[in-house]
């Protein structure tokens, strides 16, 4: 067990619809990542979050957006769902930007859009 | 080209055999080494990481890296059924983690009994 988790493990959804998906970091740890998984494209770079602040962003979709909130958890929002979007989205934590290269993942949600 | 190449497998050993994994990437800017371990349906786990090139070892487990070929390595020593799993590589530029993780495709490695 990572330290990190993330709800709900699953989601099922139509084309269109939005969701939001949320990540509790590990204990102490400022810096939130998430990540999309596809079997096409592997594991990919969405965005960081250091401390609420956006700080780094990777190929995130205009369509998808990220936040943190003061007690450090972060939701990455997911709108106009299309069939590509279906895939596993992990959370990753780390403690500050000095140790960025030890991030920690969550178990991912798994999403389907229908 | 991919930044990170890593061959998909599956890659098939008996138990007890060393493993042989690698990576190739094209970037000389990444700086931070890692490798995870990923079971079917589960989060990635960090299993070693190493700053720039040479060598570093934990338990069964050793990474190295060769920054002048652009090449990273990990031997897994006496491999056991239970390190039947897909390994991924993943590397950073900045230890500061602002560019976040790019990934390998990622091995599956199989260990026979």
């Known amino acids: 067990d990572s330290g990190v988790t993330q709800t709900p493990k699953h989601l099922i959804t139509a084309t269109g619809q939005r969701v939001t998906l949320r990540c509790s970091p590990r204990?102490?740890?400022?810096?939130v990542y998430w990540y999309q998984q596809s079997l096409d494209q592997g594991l990919q770079f969405l965005i960081q979050y250091y401390n609420g602040e956006e700080r780094a962003k990777g190929n995130i979709l205009e369509r998808f957006s990220a936040q943190q909130f003061p007690d450090l958890h972060s939701e990455l929002n997911l709108s106009s769902l299309e069939l590509g979007d279906s895939a596993l989205y992990f959370c990753?934590?780390?403690?500050?930007?000095?140790?960025?290269?030890?991030?920690?993942f969550g178990p991912g949600t798994r999403l389907l859009v229908l | 080209q991919k930044e990170v190449e890593q061959d998909p497998g599956p890659l098939s050993v008996p138990e007890g055999a060393i493993v042989s994994l690698n990576c190739t990437y094209s970037n000389s800017a990444f700086q931070y080494f890692m490798w995870y371990r990923q079971y079917s349906r589960k989060g990635p786990e960090l299993l070693m990481y190493t700053y720039s090139s040479g060598n570093k070892e934990d338990g069964r487990f050793t990474a190295q890296v060769d920054k002048s070929s652009k090449y990273i390595s990990l031997f897994i020593r006496d491999s056991q059924p239970s390190d039947s799993a897909t390994y991924l590589c993943a590397m950073t530029k900045s230890g500061g983690g602002a560019d976040g993780l790019t990934f390998g495709k990622g091995t599956h490695l199989i260990i026979q009994p």
């Open positions: 990753a934590s780390s403690g500050s930007p000095g140790s960025g290269e030890t991030q920690y």
């Open positions: 204990s102490g740890d400022l810096s």
